[in-house]
């Protein structure tokens, strides 16, 4: 293995829609519970994975 190779570390992708969608299942199963109506689990999922995309554009655009 050379130097080059050594001293990089893994790229992160994905991390923070994976945050994104976990926090979004759990908000979107809170209200769903809490409205008695499970569909808001799936406008939750969507909020989070919309946040999550975001935060991994912004982190890809700060590294390059």
């Known amino acids: 293995m050379s130097e080059k190779q050594e001293n990089q570390t893994p790229k992160k992708t994905?991390?923070?829609m994976g945050l994104g969608l976990a926090f979004g299942i759990i908000l979107g199963a809170a209200?769903?519970?809490?409205?008695?109506n499970m569909a808001f689990m799936g406008?939750?999922?969507a909020i989070g994975v919309a946040i999550g995309?975001?935060?991994d554009q912004r982190h890809k655009q700060d590294d390059a």
């Open 53 to 55: 995309a975001a935060l």
């Open 31 to 36: 209200m769903g519970l809490a409205l008695g």
């Open 43 to 45: 406008a939750g999922l």
């Open 14 to 16: 994905g991390y923070y």
